[in-house]
């Protein structure tokens, strides 16, 4: 993983910092309390259960998965949620840091 010097949050810009993973590999990531309210989710399960609910769809599933080109993460992917061939919303994820260690949030795009 490249590690970028500093993530942009709409005009402000934060430090980034280098937080050692399980491997030993880098990444930047951003101060949790930092992004934006809709990044709700504790993990891609629940953000796709909200999707399957929301639209009263149990067969919508996730479709290509890639790293995310904008938004406020260094470090975060970007998936589409599909039912029958066509998109219906997409899940971001942004690892970042709180108090306690480094996690990762999520947030649904319709």
């Known amino acids: 993983m490249s590690i970028k010097e500093g993530c942009a949050i709409g005009r402000e810009q ?3 910092r280098d937080v ?3 491997l030993g590999l880098k990444m930047c990531a951003v ?4 992004l934006p309210a809709e990044y709700c989710f504790d993990s891609e399960h629940d953000a796709l259960k909200y999707i399957k ?9 996730l479709h290509n998965r890639q790293p995310s080109l904008d938004g406020p993460c260094c ?10 061939g ?6 971001t994820s942004c690892p970042c840091i709180d108090a306690v260690g480094q996690m990762t949030l999520y947030r649904v795009h319709w």
Not at 75 to 84: A, L, Q, S, T
């Open 14 to 16: 934060v430090e980034a």
């Open 20 to 22: 050692p993973l399980v």
């Open 31 to 34: 101060d949790c309390d930092k």
């Open 53 to 61: 609910n929301t639209t009263q769809n149990q067969h919508a599933s």
């Open 75 to 84: 470090d975060g992917e970007h998936v589409n949620v599909r039912y029958m």
């Open 86 to 91: 066509r998109r219906i919303a997409s899940i």
